[in-house]
């Protein structure tokens, strides 16, 4: 299979992330630079793995758009046999250590604490006792109710003293941008299952968004 990779690193605007694009993935002269022509391209091109990386350290300016894109690979993998699409962030990043929570073997870390741990040990938090902080988060608060990744994320800025308005307005924001207005558990796996997604890879791809996310806003604001 064909693998691309894609680095998102220092982009910020649109013009720019499609000029990466071509060039990473040598798309045809016929690519009209828009996220339709790419899923029209990617649509012709599988099997193919892309491995996006880095997206959280894009530029501001492209946040928005990037949940589109983010979106959309996911509709067109869904739909595309043979095309595979991953997102990992920079190894030394607190999204790629929540990522290495989740896949853990010997432990189970629900959402939530795979979100929390890595932040409490940037503060110097115990990771055991962030554990039994979020313990009951997981799974939408145990009852399908707003996931526990997104919560995790709330968590984890309160805990670095990223409590202002417009901030935490953005982060609810961005996060809705991504997933049709939808924040809740039970909403965002039917969604997920109506693209023909399975629950632990969706699972995953909301602790990696809500951690990577979180962590941006948090260095943003000083706070890392």
């Known amino acids: 299979m064909r693998s691309d990779t894609i680095d998102l690193r220092g982009l910020g605007s649109r013009e720019a992330l499609h000029a990466r694009l071509r060039e990473s ?90 979100v929390l741990v890595p932040f409490a040990e940037a503060a110097g938090l115990d990771p055991a006792t962030a554990c039994r902080l979020a313990a009951n988060f997981g799974g939408g608060m145990k009852r399908a109710s707003v996931c526990g990744a997104v919560t995790g994320g709330l968590m984890a800025l309160g805990l670095l003293g990223v409590e202002d308005g417009p901030v935490i307005a953005e982060y609810h924001r961005r996060l809705k ?38 962590e941006e806003l948090a260095r943003r604001a000083g706070k890392l």
Not at 31 to 48: C, F, K, Q, S
Not at 59 to 71: K, M
Not at 89 to 108: G, I
Not at 177 to 205: I, N, P, S
């Open 25 to 114: 993935l040598s798309l045809p002269d016929w690519y009209g630079n828009n996220l339709d022509a790419l899923h029209d391209v990617l649509g012709e091109t599988a099997p193919r793995e892309l491995i996006v990386k880095n997206a959280g350290k894009a530029e501001e300016p492209l946040r928005d758009y990037l949940a589109a894109l983010r979106r959309m690979l996911s509709d067109t993998a869904a739909e595309t046999p043979g095309l595979v699409v991953r997102w990992e962030e920079a190894s030394d990043s607190l999204a790629a250590r929540a990522q290495a929570l989740r896949n853990d073997p010997a432990v189970h870390y629900n959402c939530a604490q795979a």
């Open 177 to 214: 941008a991504a997933h049709e207005g939808c924040l809740d558990c039970a909403d965002l796996l039917r969604l997920d299952r109506e693209r023909g997604g399975d629950k632990k890879t969706h699972c995953d791809g909301m602790v990696r968004e809500c951690a990577a996310l979180a």
